[in-house]
């Protein structure tokens, strides 16, 4: 069974850190591109970060550069964002998902996982 898994979320004040993890079961996640995306309350998601296969390509919202770092460990089977300096704005359902096809911040992925929820506040 094809899944992903994300993990890492929770409640975090203004300022901090936290790292999310995206795992693959039942794949190879390093033959795919992945997205992270994000979806807050009363909003569209949108795409907040991505990685090539290789890892050797990414892409990031203008809103996160330079607080938000993807990479990933293919031997892992897994994803990472670093998520730094977070603001209230940054809480939302944030999503992993994966494509052997396509690569880039649009929602064209065929593989997503549930969610995990970050809550940026004081």
């Known amino acids: 069974q094809l899944q992903l898994v994300e993990s890492g979320g929770g409640l975090v004040q203004p300022g901090g850190s936290l790292r999310l993890s995206c795992a693959a079961s039942?794949?190879?996640?390093?033959?795919?591109?992945v997205g992270w995306f994000r979806q807050a309350p009363g909003k569209e998601r949108e795409g907040v970060s991505c990685?090539?296969?290789?890892?050797?390509?990414?892409k990031y919202v203008d809103s996160v550069k330079g607080r938000f770092t993807i990479s990933r460990d293919n031997a892992k089977n897994t994803v990472y964002l670093q998520m730094n300096s977070l603001k209230p704005e940054d809480t939302a359902i944030y999503y992993c998902?994966?494509?052997?096809?396509?690569?880039?911040?649009?929602?064209?992925?065929?593989?997503w996982g549930q969610g995990t929820q970050v809550t940026v506040s004081s």
């Open positions: 998902a994966a494509d052997p096809l396509y690569y880039g911040l649009g929602s064209r992925y065929d593989y």
């Open positions: 039942g794949f190879t996640l390093g033959y795919s591109a």
């Open positions: 990685i090539s296969s290789s890892g050797g390509s990414t």
